[in-house]
C-alpha cells in the first residue's frame, strides 16, 4: 500500500507541475468568465443606456422594463411586489412590437383573451435561451397571481407553491415526458456527453503518462522497486482524482458564472439532480474511469511510441460511442429493453446508466446490478492490464495491432 501512494503521490505532483495541465484546470476557466463577465457588463451598460435598467431592485439583478398586451382584461393592477415602470400596458401587439424595436422594452407578453380558461401565455423575447434570468420571470408571474387573487399577499404566496409533493415512479416506463421541450433532449444528452467526455479525458492522463515513462524508460527502473499492479493502481488513482478535480472546477465555475448573472437552468419536471443521483454518478465516474483508464495504460505500454498509442484510442473507447449514437432512443425510452441493456452492460453502463438516472425512475436493483457488473469488470481488466507491464512488452519494438494488444491483456504473450 506504500507503494501505491508513493506511485500516487508521484504521478499527481509530476502532472500538477506541468504549465498545460494548469493552463487547463484554471486558465480556460479564468478566461471564460472574463469573457462571459465582459459580454453581461456590456450587454447590462446598453441596457442600462436605454431606459431598461429602470426600477432594478437592489437585491438581484437589474429588471429590464417589459410590456404586455391584455386581450383577456384580467390585469387591473401591477403586484405590489413588482417596481414602477417595469411592466408597460400596450393596446394591442403591433405597438408592443413596436416598442420592441425601439428599444424602449426588452420583452412583451401576449395574455389572450381565454387565458383564464387555458392558461396559456405568449412570451416574445429576442434573447430567449435556456437559462432563464432569475428576478425577471417572478415579475408578470406575481402581477397575474395579483390580479387572479385579489392582490392577497398570503394567497400569493400560497399560489406560488401550493403543496410540496415527494413523487415515486411506480412504472417508471410510463413516466410522461414533454417531447415539445428541447431540453427533455439536451439535458441526457449532456449528461451523457460530459459524462464519457470526463472519462476520456482522464484515461488520456494515464495513457500519456505511461507512453511518455516508456520512452524514457522510467517505468523499467519503477518497476524494479513496485509491482505492475501497485504501479497502475497508483497512477490510476492518482490521475484520475486529478481528472475529477479539474471537471469539478470547470463545472464549479460554470455554475459560480450562472449564479453570478442571476441564471438558472430551467429544468423540466422529471429529471433528477439529488444528492443520491450525485452520488450514484461519482460511483459510476470512478468505477468507468478504472475501466477505461486502465485500457488507455495498456495501449500505452504495448505502442512503441505515444503517437501509435494515441492513435489506437478508438480501439479503447468505441463502446462509449454507442450510447451517444442512440441518444434519441435512450432519451424518449429510458426505460425501455435497449436501455436498460446498454446500463448493464458493463462498457456502456457508466454513460448509460447516468442518463437514466437523471431521467428519473430507475428501480435500485438495476443501479445496483449494473455498479456490481461494472466493479466486476474494472478488477478483470485493471489486473488484465497489470500483465502488460513487464519488461518483454515495455522493451518491444513491435508496431501495435489489436491482436497483439488482446492477446497480451489475455495473458497470450
Request: glycine letters at 10%; charged letters at 15%.
Amino acid at each position: 500500500m506504500n507503494k501505491t501512494l508513493l506511485v500516487l503521490r508521484y504521478e499527481i505532483l509530476t502532472v500538477i507541475r506541468r504549465k498545460s495541465f494548469l493552463f487547463g484546470v484554471f486558465g480556460l476557466p479564468l478566461i471564460l468568465s472574463l469573457v462571459v463577465l465582459i459580454v453581461s457588463a456590456s450587454k447590462g451598460g446598453s441596457s442600462g443606456s436605454s431606459g431598461g435598467g429602470s426600477g432594478g431592485s437592489s437585491n438581484g439583478p437589474e429588471l429590464q422594463v417589459e410590456g404586455y398586451v391584455d386581450q383577456s382584461g384580467l390585469i387591473k393592477e401591477i403586484s405590489r411586489d413588482v417596481p414602477p415602470g417595469i411592466l408597460v400596458a400596450y393596446g394591442d401587439e403591433a405597438s408592443a412590437r413596436q416598442a420592441l424595436k425601439a428599444g424602449e422594452i426588452a420583452a412583451y407578453y401576449v395574455i389572450p383573451a381565454d387565458y383564464v380558461e387555458k392558461g396559456d401565455l405568449t412570451y416574445v423575447n429576442p434573447d430567449y435561451h435556456i437559462a432563464l434570468d432569475r428576478g425577471q420571470s417572478w415579475v408578470m408571474r406575481r402581477t397575474i397571481f395579483a390580479n387572479l387573487l385579489g392582490n392577497d399577499p398570503e394567497r400569493i404566496a400560497r399560489a406560488g407553491r401550493p403543496m410540496d409533493v415527494q413523487e415515486k415512479a411506480l412504472e417508471p416506463s410510463r413516466i410522461q415526458r414533454d417531447d415539445d421541450n428541447p431540453l427533455t433532449f439536451f439535458i441526457p444528452y449532456a449528461t451523457m456527453v460530459i459524462f464519457s467526455a470526463v472519462m476520456a479525458m482522464s484515461g488520456g492522463l494515464l495513457l500519456d503518462s505511461v507512453g511518455k515513462e516508456k520512452q524514457n524508460r522510467l517505468t523499467e527502473m519503477l518497476l524494479l522497486s513496485v509491482s505492475p499492479s501497485q504501479l497502475l493502481t497508483g497512477k490510476i488513482v492518482g490521475l484520475g482524482a486529478l481528472g475529477l478535480f479539474q471537471t469539478l472546477v470547470w463545472v464549479g465555475t460554470g455554475l459560480t458564472l450562472m449564479r453570478v448573472r442571476g441564471q438558472e437552468l430551467n429544468v423540466p419536471p422529471g429529471f433528477e439532480f439529488s444528492a443520491s443521483v450525485l452520488a450514484w454518478g461519482l460511483l459510476f465516474f470512478l468505477l468507468g474511469y478504472a475501466v477505461y483508464a486502465s485500457q488507455m495504460a495498456g495501449l500505452g505500454a504495448l505502442a512503441p511510441n505515444l503517437r501509435e498509442a494515441s492513435q489506437a484510442v478508438i480501439l479503447v473507447i468505441w463502446p462509449l460511442i454507442i450510447p451517444m449514437s442512440l441518444t434519441a432512443i435512450i432519451g424518449k425510452e429510458p426505460h425501455g429493453a435497449l436501455a436498460t441493456g446498454l446500463s448493464l452492460f458493463p462498457l456502456t453502463a457508466p454513460a448509460t446508466m447516468m442518463m437514466r438516472l437523471v431521467s428519473g425512475g430507475v428501480p435500485l436493483w438495476q443501479t445496483l446490478l449494473a455498479a456490481g457488473l461494472l466493479a466486476l469488470t474494472a478488477i478483470l481488466i485493471v489486473r488484465a492490464v497489470a500483465r502488460t507491464f513487464h519488461a518483454q512488452h515495455l522493451l518491444s519494438g513491435q508496431p501495435f495491432s489489436v491482436r497483439r494488444y488482446f492477446g497480451a491483456l489475455l495473458g497470450r504473450t
